[in-house]
């Protein structure tokens, strides 16, 4: 009795369907590259200029995020990091969880805790007031001008 095995490169007549895996795998490696620089940059810009650590307070802050540059940095950082992180805990997910229905039970908990984040993040880096109109005085930061 003979058995052949069909070479593991023949040509199958199959849907052509997208390879999640290797796009996850390919957006790993460039988003952590990313990561690198915007981690860095952000470090380098609050560590470094000025009068370093000392220097951050709630005004640093608002100051920051009044700046659209440092409002777009801000949020490829935020997006970059929440999805990368969120790939890196499917891919765990994927290797260590054997039960089906616990893996997507998971996957779903990491989609929708990442989606949330991103949406809250995004949402108060674009909206971010120091000084809000009609704010309690007693409540505000003291560099406000408050009537």
């Not at 220097?55 to 659209?68: C, E, M, R, S, T």
């Not at 990091?81 to 908990?109: C, E, Q």
């Not at 990491?110 to 971010?128: H, N, R």
Request: aromatic share 12%.
């Amino acid at each position: 009795m003979t058995m052949t095995i069909e070479s593991p490169r023949a040509q199958t007549p199959a849907k052509k369907r997208t390879n999640w895996e290797k796009w996850g795998w390919i957006y790993m490696r460039v988003s952590g590259v990313l990561l690198i620089v915007l981690v860095f940059g952000h470090l380098f810009s609050n560590l470094m200029i000025g009068d370093g650590v000392h220097a951050i307070d709630f005004g640093f802050v608002g100051g920051k995020l009044a700046n659209p540059f440092w409002q777009v940095w801000d949020t490829l950082l935020l997006w970059l990091a929440l999805i990368h992180g969120a790939n890196g805990m499917r891919t765990i997910v994927n290797d260590y969880v054997s039960k089906p229905r616990v893996a997507k039970a998971f996957r779903v908990a990491l989609f929708l805790s990442a989606a949330l984040l991103i949406l809250l993040g995004t949402f108060v880096i674009y909206t971010f007031d120091p000084c809000p109109p009609g704010a309690d005085p007693a409540l505000v930061a003291s560099f406000c001008n408050t009537p």
